[in-house]
């Protein structure tokens, strides 16, 4: 018998851990595999809302970055741009699942990242700025999406979180963190075992991010509130 397991993953995402078994459909069994499905969602959950309470912390409590964004000074400004580059390569270093993370200023229209500092309209996620610019602020982590820094760069696929700064008004600009979905891939991967022999991932729009699709089985589905099954 085949099932799926089927959790929200904050708020765009949706896992899904596809598990065979051959014990007849013992209730033990079935419990032991949705157990082990929570689990994996439980731990990408965590490490998500880490980052997501990282961030909000360092808007809140990092100085440099609040001086950066309110001085009209320009030396001033040089100095905490370089604080604030060194801020963001640090938490780059520190957590493997950030590909990467830049500030756009929108009183200057610039980006300040790690690696660089320069004009929106110089900078590789470009697009992805004007739709913010545009009312498109996501709700939380996005689809898969590409990312490069600049023109020429490799894209890479990411999720991607947006914070304001401030956090409830965005007057001065926004916080993008990526993450590698590569990253998230390779931590499936290392979930399954001959029991658990795919776990999917699906957008918001019910695409296949990472895993296989295979049709007509039967499934467990939850979104926190409830559970489906379906036969």
Known sequence: MRFYFYNLFPP????V???????????????????????????LEQY????????????????????????????????YANKVSDTLNNIVVNNKWIHSI?????????????????????????????????GGFPKGWTNKREYHELEYDKPVEVFSLVKPFPLFTAEKGYIVINVNVQTVKSMLDSMTNFEISHIN???????????????????????YLGWTHRY
């Open 48 to 79: 998500f809302k880490s980052i997501d309470g990282s961030m909000i912390k360092e808007i809140d409590q990092n100085e440099d970055l609040k001086e950066y964004l309110y001085t009209s000074d320009r030396v001033k400004k040089y100095y």
């Open 102 to 134: 830049y500030l756009y200023n929108i009183e200057d229209q610039t980006v300040l990242s790690s690696n660089i500092s320069t004009k929106v309209d110089s900078f590789g996620d470009e697009k992805f700025i004007r739709e913010l610019q545009n």
């Open 201 to 223: 991932l699906y957008d918001s729009q019910g695409q296949l991010v990472i895993g296989s699709s295979i049709e007509d089985m039967s499934e467990i589905k939850s979104n």
């Open 17 to 43: 851990a596809r598990y065979y078994t051959a014990c007849n459909g013992l209730p033990q069994t079935l419990k032991t595999n949705v157990a082990f499905a929570n689990h994996v969602v439980s731990i």
């Open 12 to 15: 765009h995402l949706l896992i």
